[in-house]
């Protein structure tokens, strides 16, 4: 594959426009003294990598060469460059600039040349909060339906699904989208699932806990459960305690092999989405009773098939891993233990640990407040999460208080999606050196009194604000849809719920990528987040130009080409 720009649909051209005409082309001329710097950046990275293992957390696998030119590269750098060439050499960029002789000039043998016809790249997408981790672990063959707008879209999801499942074998989907998001309003029913996989279980369950539906095959397999699920005649299974039957069956089937299958798969729509760095915030632990939901499981297992994928050289997403605790214990054994065990910011350019979140401990009273000085004392990053009108001021209170004992500027604590946050509290957190996370999950099922967060008052503010998806149960996990939310404040029904508080697509863009780097701390925070030289060779190229499409088509923004570490991971022609 060398010629993307045959196969795509509309925006291939590359076009003036404000957003960029107000940046900078990079001059050939200009890079290749940085290029030749960054030469000697990456070569003690890349003797690290041929010896096998992780030297100091900088080894980067894959690390492949690449060479994209005749693009219109967005590097979202801080001064807004925009290049036509690029060279990753070994996982790392070489060049950004105008000249593909020049950067070939880079390698003793220069590698594949991709011609991009103009087309729009972007640095690799970072969510910088997402549970991808559940996503990978779910059961059945999840597939995802956040991108389907109507009853006949998910039918035509499930068919194509249904051409690689063996038959026989559970097709679902578990949480990240929304039946508001579909024209009729509704889930399918068992006979329209019926004949989009005549020969397939089905299962689609909505949110955390459904409601959720299932046809024919799937009716059967649930009414013979161990704990038998009540199954209407239309497929359909209440919220709640059936939902939570059904997930538990399907659950109960799952094998390791299983499992590393979902991550693949989990990882394989990620690159279709241009997601390449995921922070994982955990999961509830599981109980392993009806009692879980879509967010439930086990905290201290869900990790390893990601793992042996990674060890399987079969990853194509970096992902961080923050460490849920919910300890109600006072004396806080969960987390105590895993201060004591365990180290942040420990792995490689790939799989990495973070810090405590987005939970350290259960509740916002004395026991949270102990965690959060446990989780300072020992020096570690602490992310927490706000969804009412009231808990991100006794979090950030919580956090000042811990701040007078033990300074925590510089540890990056964060308070996630804040729909509620005033400037005042803003402000406060951001005296502390700390940020927030801001998520589109109002999309799905927010309301006007339901809506936020604030972006336009957020960003304005100047404080550490970086962009997620909270995916992958109660919102999508395709930023482009949460970019959508972001520009527009319209929810999925077209209600604008979010008035006054729009950004532009270029601010989303910059808190998806270079802002989101703080986020992500450790290394990574000087090696993800823009296409610069010594930067790690993570891009995506799109099917359309998301700086000049009409608001109303950035849902439909996708990656025709992800590339990670300078490996195509994602291609519309494989
Ligand atoms: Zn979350």
Redesign the pocket.
């Known amino acids: 594959m060398s010629d993307i720009g045959r196969d795509a649909n509309a925006g291939g051209g590359a076009t003036a426009h404000d957003g960029v005409s107000r940046r900078s082309v990079v001059k050939a001329g200009a890079t290749a003294g940085a290029a030749a710097v960054a030469g000697a950046v990456t070569a003690p990275a890349v003797a690290a990598a041929h010896h096998g293992t992780a030297h100091h957390g900088r080894a980067t696998r894959p690390a492949d060469s690449l060479i994209l030119h005749n693009g219109a590269i967005h590097t979202m750098d801080s001064r807004g460059t925009v290049a036509r060439t690029v060279a990753i050499r070994d996982g790392r960029i070489v060049y950004v600039g105008g000249s593909e002789k020049a950067a070939r000039r880079l390698f003793p043998e220069p590698p594949r040349s991709i011609d991009l016809h103009g087309r729009t790249v972007i640095p690799g997408i970072i969510d910088c ?3 991808i981790v559940l996503m990978g672990n779910r059961p059945g063959r999840h597939t995802p339906l956040e991108n389907a707008y109507s009853v006949a879209d998910v039918a035509r999801t499930y068919a194509a699904r249904a051409r690689s499942v063996p038959p026989g074998e559970f097709i679902t989907t578990i949480g990240g989208f929304h039946f508001n998001q579909f024209a009729e309003r509704r889930l399918p029913t068992l006979s329209e699932l019926d004949e989009a996989v005549p020969r397939h279980p089905a299962y689609i369950s909505v949110g955390f806990s459904g409601p959720s539906v299932t046809n024919s095959l799937g009716k059967a397999f649930f009414e013979q459960a161990a704990e038998p699920v009540t199954v209407g005649a239309d497929g359909a299974i209440a919220a709640g305690l059936e939902t939570g039957k059904a997930t538990l069956a399907l659950r109960r089937t799952l094998t390791f092999e299983q499992r590393k299958r979902g991550v693949r798969d989990a990882m394989a729509y990620a690159a279709s989405v241009g997601v390449t760095t995921h922070l994982d ?1 955990g999961a509830f632990q599981a109980t392993g009773t009806p009692a879980d939901g879509a967010a439930h499981e086990d905290n201290y297992t869900m990790h390893l098939p990601f793992l042996a994928v990674y060890a399987d050289g079969e990853a194509s997403i970096r992902l961080r891993i923050n460490f849920l605790h919910m300890d109600t214990d006072p004396a806080l054994p969960g987390l105590t233990e895993r201060l004591r065990n365990a180290f942040p910011f420990f792995g490689d350019d790939l799989v990495r640990t973070g810090g405590i979140g ?1 939970f350290i401990a259960a509740g916002l009273g004395p026991t949270w407040l102990e965690a959060a000085r446990r989780v300072a004392a020992a020096g570690w990053r602490a992310e927490v ?1 706000s969804l009412t009108t009231t808990d991100f001021q006794t979090e950030i209170e919580g956090f000042e208080a811990v701040h007078a004992q033990t300074p925590i500027t510089g540890l990056r604590w964060v308070v ?1 999606h804040v729909p509620f946050i005033t400037r005042e509290y803003v402000d406060r957190l951001h005296a502390l050196g700390g940020g927030v996370n801001l998520t589109g999950w109002r999309y799905l099922t927010g309301t006007a009194t339901s809506a936020g967060p604030p972006f336009r008052m957020i960003v304005d503010s100047g404080i550490h604000a970086g962009m997620s998806s ?1 995916g992958m149960q109660i919102a999508p996990m395709n930023p482009f849809i949460h970019a959508y939310y972001a520009v527009t404040g319209r929810n999925a029904l077209g209600e604008v719920i979010n008035a006054g508080q729009q950004i532009t697509r270029e601010e989303v863009l910059a808190l998806y990528t270079r802002r989101n780097a703080w986020f992500l701390g450790g290394p990574d925070e000087d090696q993800l987040g823009t296409i610069e030289v010594g930067k790690l060779g993570d891009l995506v190229v799109l099917n359309r130009d998301y700086f000049t499409i009409g608001v109303a088509d950035l849902r439909q923004v996708r990656s025709v080409l992800t590339v990670l570490g300078g490996k195509v991971v994602h291609s519309l022609k494989g």
């Open positions: 909060h997402n549970h915030q987005e999460h996630a909270d």
